[in-house]
């Protein structure tokens, strides 16, 4: 059975002001530039996701809720995992071989460095994921918690300024 897991980098954030937490910090102008670019895109190549995860902090949650707008993916069905924010390989993996089994195509919005040191994991090809990168893994597996022992069957790559 197929599966298709995207991870996306969130896109660029604000730095301007410094008193904000980290997880407050919200998309730079690029961000609100560059997320939409990439929703179009990711309709444009059909993907239409069964569910999207995202980490709880504020530029991560606005790159989903673009891109979920673009693809036509109801917004209130974003579902927030706190584990997709300063977590690790090890945890994105127990997040991923949770899922459900129905589930075909699921998408992932989190940060660097895991989200690299994953996409790096599954394709040794990838080793910068710049913000609001897409990688797209399709699997050839009967359930998501396999998925961490097997290579992609197809991986694709996209960013920004690559287009």
């Not at 359930?143 to 996209?158: C, H, N, T, Y």
């Amino acid at each position: 059975m197929e599966r298709t897991l995207l991870l996306v980098r969130h896109a660029k954030s604000s730095w301007e002001e410094v008193a904000l937490s980290d997880r407050a910090r919200p998309l730079a102008r690029r961000g609100q530039r560059d997320a939409p670019l990439m929703g179009k895109r990711l309709a444009k190549a059909g993907v239409k996701p069964d569910a999207i995860l995202s980490s709880p902090a504020c530029r991560a949650l606005s790159t989903a809720n673009i891109i979920a707008e673009a693809l036509d993916f109801r917004a209130k069905s974003i579902l927030v995992d706190e584990r997709l924010y300063a977590s690790d390989v090890e945890t994105l993996l127990a997040v991923i071989g949770e899922l459900g089994d129905p589930l075909r195509c699921v998408m992932l919005f989190g940060h660097n460095p895991e989200f690299t040191d994953l996409a790096h994991r599954f394709s040794g090809k990838i080793t910068r994921m710049p913000t609001c990168a897409v990688v797209q893994f399709t699997f050839d597996a009967a359930s998501w918690s396999a998925i961490a022992g097997l290579k992609p069957v197809r991986v694709l790559f996209d960013y920004p300024k690559q287009g």
